[in-house]
């Protein structure tokens, strides 16, 4: 693997990293109630699984295992993208801290696609 290509993979990590933890404050900064309890166990699921399969599909043997992996990246940026719609609408007062993080998971779920593209 060229260098430049190992750079953007660590980038990658470091960018879904810390958007996991961009999950978890908003997780911490919602409401608690019965359906924000609900809501966040959803997304801190789906928002931080993105990074730990990305980290996973590193790791893998075979191009149909990275396929795998980072296919399982994407869906779970989509249901991502789907639970910080709902968050969203139960809570518009955080539409301010919601918006960037909505932006940031389709770019995610983009990179995940091209990448998906890339490795057939």
């Given at each position: ?13 470091d960018?879904?990293?810390?958007f ?17 309890f ?10 931080t ?41 139960a809570?518009p007062?955080?539409k301010?801290?919601?918006t960037?993080?909505l932006q ?10 091209a990448i ?5």
């Amino acid at each position: 693997m060229s260098n430049n290509q190992n750079n953007k993979k660590y980038d990658l990590e470091d960018r879904t990293l810390e958007f996991g933890k961009k999950i978890i404050h908003l997780a911490k900064d919602l409401p608690k109630n019965t359906i924000n309890f609900n809501l966040c166990d959803q997304v801190i699921r789906s928002g931080t699984s993105m990074g730990a399969n990305y980290r996973e599909a590193n790791e893998t043997e075979t191009k149909k295992d990275f396929s795998f992996r980072i296919r399982i990246c994407r869906k779970e940026g989509k249901e991502t993208i789907y639970w910080l719609q709902l968050i969203e609408e139960a809570n518009p007062e955080l539409k301010n801290k919601i918006t960037p993080l909505l932006q940031e998971t389709t770019e995610l779920v983009k990179i995940f696609a091209a990448i998906l593209e890339k490795s057939r």
